[in-house]
């Protein structure tokens, strides 16, 4: 339900200036260490779009395009998940499409200390399968230990 407002907050925001309001998530165990590695690694452009800010302020958000993208790490794992679902498979991440809302995709990274979720709300006007092969690359790095 929650991906749900914040899917509606995006599209509603979209192209507004100004800061984007995203409910931040609250990552637990080992998620916290990889989503705190995560945020060194994002882009500052993606899809060209340019890397905007999101309230309240968190290190488990950001955000491109005025909010046309957004990411949260540390999400728990998509209700409607099931074991058996299959994956897509980009750059080395798993990637979760869920099929009721065609915007959201998440990430699955198995790491050393847990399995994190990472997800991502994909506009409109910008090429889901584009934008996650480009955050494949810096997610794809947390499910190994820090060089």
Known sequence: MRAVAVLLVLLALAG???TLRVDPPTPRG???AACDRLATLL???LDGAARGT???DSPYVAVWGEGSIALRCGVPR???MAPTDRLQ????VGWYADPAKPALFTAVVDTPADTVYVEVTVGGE???GEV??????PIAQISAPPA
């Open 16 to 18: 507004c200036g100004g």
């Open 30 to 32: 080992g998620a916290v």
């Open 43 to 45: 882009p500052q452009t």
């Open 54 to 56: 999101s309230t309240p």
């Open 78 to 80: 998509p209700a409607r």
């Open 89 to 92: 498979e980009i750059g080395d």
């Open 126 to 128: 910008h090429a889901p």
């Open 132 to 137: 996650l092969a480009d955050l494949s690359k």
